[in-house]
Structures are given as C-alpha cells and as structure tokens.
C-alpha cells in the first residue's frame, strides 16, 4: 500500500513571517526518511501505510507547536493498495502529457 499526504502546518499569534516556524516541520519530514517534496503551498509526504505517514505528521506539528501556542493543520491523503513510489510516478505522468502537442 501506498499513502500520500500533503500537509500544511500554520503556526497562528506569531506573527506574519512563519517560514521559520514551518521549516521546523520540514526539518521533521526530512529526518523521517520517507520520500518527500515541499513546494509553496504544502509538504507531502509518501509511506507504506497509514499508521507510518500520520506519525511523521503528528511530529511535524508537534514541533511548530512546541514554538507557538496554536496551530493549523490542512491534510489531504490519497490512500492506494499495490502501488509505491506515486510521489515521482503521478508528476512524472502530468508531465508525460504535458510534452505532447495537444
């Protein structure tokens, strides 16, 4: 099984520069080991299962919590048995189609 969940973690009452904040629960993602991408708008983060991926995101969110008294969290998850490796896979098709003439 494959589990893909992009997440965006918000500190909120510190302020308007929260990159500093947010890079706490990259940091996070980052030692996980599991495959990853962050871009402007979310981290995602790929594992074998749900249990796996959750527990990355709970400590990424711990860890900007642990900074700021309240946090946002916005998750969207794409659940799939029999496949891996979808973080690179499902761009790669977008851009497969993307190079055909239309």
């Known amino acids: 099984m494959s589990v893909l969940v992009a997440f965006s973690v918000t500190p909120i009452g510190t302020g308007e520069d929260v990159g500093e904040l947010v890079a706490e629960a990259v940091r996070v993602v980052r030692a996980s080991g599991l ?3 962050t871009d402007a708008m979310f981290t995602t983060v790929e594992g074998e299962d749900w249990d796996q991926v959750m527990s990355v995101v709970k400590d990424a969110v711990a860890a900007v919590e642990s900074r700021a008294g309240r946090v946002s969290l916005v ?16 761009v790669a098709t977008v851009e497969r189609h993307l190079a055909q003439p239309s």
Not at 75 to 90: F, H, N, P, T, Y
Request: charged residues 40%; glycine residues 10%.
């Open 35 to 37: 495959p990853n991408r």
């Open 75 to 90: 998750l969207k998850a794409d659940i799939r048995a029999g496949q891996d490796g979808r973080l690179e896979s499902k």
